[in-house]
């Protein structure tokens, strides 16, 4: 069945950088556009950016451009996402969602950012 | 920036319907996508394309689009569709740039 498999948990210091990962399995990767979304602690979805994993084209939300870096392994059928210069705002559950539709999602990635 | 706007709370009886409006200023020209969000889990496509219905998806939830406003109608609300509810949608810029509602929750008591 199509899945989404993202990386654990990660505590990251202010000023660092995390990168998670979204693997997908049960269809062609590369048919499918993936977006990057994120939730802050009782808040609403964000929509981070999207890939095309075909030809690893991107385009990122405004508020992250230049702090964003969106990639992927085709022989892997994973996607990447790098934040850079973490800082405490950007505590949140990140999620990989597949397709146009958003139609399948990860379970999410918590990205905790503490001194 | 572009900007999509829902109420922050819709409360209705079970077996009543409910209505979660999302408007945009691009909404006649784009699509609406509409997620359901339960506490402590990942969204669920509820509906795409501003009136598709996914497998799986109960057919009580049903989505309509007219001018600048998306509507998601869930005709004899139960008590297990209480959620968070979001819309979603691109802007008019054609590079794929998207945006989320801020969220309705919907209560059914």
């Not at chain 1, 022989?75 to 505590?91: A, H, K, N, P």
């Not at chain 2, 409006?21 to 795409?48: E, F, H, N, R």
Request: with cysteine; hydrophobic share 30%.
């Amino acid at each position: 069945q199509v899945q989404l498999v993202q990386s654990g948990a990660e505590v990251k210091k202010p000023g660092a950088s995390v990168k998670v990962s979204c693997k997908a399995s049960g269809y062609t990767f590369t048919s499918y556009y993936m977006h990057w979304v994120r939730q802050a602690p009782g808040q609403g979805l964000e929509w981070m950016g999207i890939i095309n994993p075909s030809g690893g084209s991107t385009s990122y939300a405004q508020k992250f451009q230049g702090r964003v870096t969106m990639t992927r392994d085709t022989s892997t059928s994973t996607v990447y996402m790098e934040l850079s210069s973490l800082r405490s705002e950007d505590t949140a559950v990140y999620y990989c969602a597949r397709g146009d539709y958003m139609d399948v999602w990860g379970k999410g990635t918590t990205v905790t950012v503490s001194s | 920036s572009y900007e999509l706007t829902q109420p922050p709370s819709v409360s209705v009886s079970p077996g009543q319907t409910a209505r979660i409006t999302c408007s945009g200023d691009a909404l006649p020209k784009k699509y609406a996508y509409w997620y359901q969000q339960k506490s402590g889990q990942a969204p669920v496509l509820v509906i795409y394309e501003d009136s598709k219905r996914p497998s799986g998806i109960p057919e009580r939830f049903s989505g309509s689009s007219s001018g600048t406003m998306a509507t998601l109608t869930i005709s004899g609300a139960q008590v297990e569709d209480e959620a968070d509810y979001y819309c979603y949608s691109t802007d008019s810029s054609g590079n794929l740039s998207g945006v989320f509602g801020g969220g309705t929750k919907l209560t059914v008591l």
